[in-house]
């Protein structure tokens, strides 16, 4: 079949969306050929923005989502319209971009990936909170068009699902929850993972957003794991904690790594391997790739129940989501329980990779995408 994939960005770059969006467009490639429908940002209409974020900042103190604005998804769905009768294709596939598809025209059956509402994300994410009245109405209501345009959507989690049903009045047949993918060139071996050191319990902290990511409630968790006479070590990877931490024995900060070059990705690998728990106490969470990409290591998560959280991590299974209310010491707490007891430990790091080969991979989710679009084209 032929394939439109439509988004704002290049899905040929892995920067974008973490990566999420190269990994989609590589599996839609096995399915058929992939058209891509992207396109650039006028520049007046680039100007008028700038301008709306300007007058929203000095005049308001307000934030500013253009991209949730009617101008701009008039813009984009008019020349998705546009492009769609000039090159047409049997399934559009649109990655996180309601604004493509708000005001669209088109018989095309339509296929929508995301990992949230806009709805949902009010106040939720930072980037997201204190906006202007009418950037959150025109906001809602256009992501609401596209969700109601899609002809399925696959929604990377059931916290997604359930806003699309209850704040969109979407139907429970259109849409298919599917779990993202570990945004990894190369999976470990099942031979390659290692099991626990005894008397060593290795944390990993990773995350670019040290404070969403619940960094300062990991890092006084493992002081607490230390003061209880357990032996740890905390690697912090991917942003450099706003505290002083003045040089501390077991503890070591690996500010960035590109993941997309060779090198940095066999960094990465390297630590993963050298890794029994990833800790990751999340203020807010659409979804998770990294959760993924630990349980292809076989590393339990031990994170926060909240978002789209337990969609990846599931209690028992591939490690455990504690309530949003848990302080740093529920987190130790719960890592010592395990680390003291390698039974059930290695049972989970079984389980975690487990769950990965089974749902949390990419082919799992290019199967799913194949499902959807042969039942559409056939209807």
């Known amino acids: 079949m032929k394939i439109g994939f439509a988004a704002r960005y290049d899905p040929?770059?892995?920067?974008?969306?973490?990566?999420?969006?190269?990994?989609?467009?590589?599996?839609?490639?096995?399915?058929?050929?992939?058209?891509?429908?992207?396109?650039?940002?006028?520049?007046?209409?680039?100007?008028?923005?700038t301008m709306q974020k300007s007058i929203n900042r000095r005049w308001f103190g307000k934030q500013s989502s253009v991209e949730f604005l009617s101008?701009?998804?008039?813009?984009?769905?008019?020349?998705?319209?546009?492009?769609?009768?000039?090159?047409?294709?049997?399934?559009?596939?649109?990655?996180?971009?309601?604004?493509m598809i708000a005001e669209v025209k088109t018989d095309i059956p339509i296929i929508y990936m995301t990992d949230a509402t806009f709805q949902q994300l009010q106040g939720y994410y930072q980037s997201?909170?204190?906006?202007?009245?009418?950037?959150?109405?025109?906001?809602?209501?256009?992501?609401?068009?596209a969700f109601q345009k899609a002809a399925h959507c696959m929604l990377a989690s059931d916290?997604?699902?359930?806003?699309?049903?209850?704040?969109?009045?979407?139907?429970?047949?259109?849409?298919?929850?599917?779990?993202?993918?570990a945004n990894l060139d190369q999976v470990p071996m099942t031979g390659e993972i290692g099991s626990s050191q005894q008397g060593n319990c290795r944390l990993l902290f990773l995350g670019v957003d040290w404070e969403r990511k619940g960094g300062a409630i990991a890092l006084e968790a493992f002081r607490l794991?230390?003061?209880?006479?357990?032996?740890?070590?905390?690697?912090?990877?991917?942003?450099?904690?706003?505290?002083?931490?003045?040089?501390?024995?077991?503890?070591?900060?690996?500010?960035?790594?590109?993941?997309?070059?060779?090198?940095?990705?066999?960094?990465?690998?390297?630590?993963?391997?050298?890794?029994d728990f990833l800790l990751l106490p999340t203020r807010a969470e659409c979804a998770g790739i990294v959760f993924c990409e630990a349980a292809a290591y076989g590393i339990p998560s031990i994170s926060t129940n909240t978002?789209?959280?337990?969609?990846?991590?599931?209690?028992?299974?591939?490690?455990?989501?504690?309530?949003?209310?848990?302080?740093?010491?529920?987190?130790?707490?719960?890592?010592s329980q395990l680390w003291n007891n390698q039974q059930?430990?290695?049972?989970?790091?079984?389980q975690s990779r487990q769950l990965f080969e089974q749902e949390l991979n990419w082919d799992a989710w290019?199967?799913?995408?194949?499902?959807?679009?042969?039942?559409?084209?056939?209807?």
């Open 366 to 379: 290019g199967e799913a995408f194949k499902k959807i679009a042969d039942r559409l084209l056939r209807s």
């Open 225 to 275: 794991l230390k003061k209880e006479n357990t032996s740890a070590t905390l690697r912090i990877i991917g942003c450099v904690p706003p505290v002083e931490i003045m040089p501390e024995e077991g503890i070591e900060v690996i500010p960035f790594l590109d993941k997309n070059k060779a090198e940095g990705m066999q960094q990465l690998h390297q630590i993963f391997l050298d890794t």
């Open 12 to 49: 040929r770059d892995k920067q974008t969306w973490s990566g999420t969006a190269y990994y989609t467009y590589q599996q839609l490639k096995k399915y058929g050929e992939v058209e891509i429908f992207q396109f650039p940002l006028p520049k007046l209409l680039q100007e008028w923005l």
């Open 307 to 335: 978002g789209g959280v337990g969609t990846y991590v599931r209690g028992g299974i591939n490690g455990y989501a504690l309530p949003l209310a848990a302080g740093a010491a529920d987190y130790a707490l719960r890592i």
């Open 159 to 181: 916290w997604c699902k359930q806003s699309a049903i209850h704040d969109y009045g979407m139907a429970d047949e259109k849409i298919t929850v599917v779990p993202c993918g």
């Open 71 to 99: 101008a701009y998804a008039r813009y984009f769905s008019r020349r998705l319209t546009a492009a769609l009768k000039k090159n047409p294709v049997d399934i559009l596939f649109v990655s996180a971009s309601s604004q």
């Open 344 to 350: 059930e430990l290695t049972q989970l790091k079984q």
């Open 128 to 145: 997201f909170s204190n906006l202007p009245d009418y950037n959150i109405r025109q906001g809602i209501a256009l992501d609401k068009r």
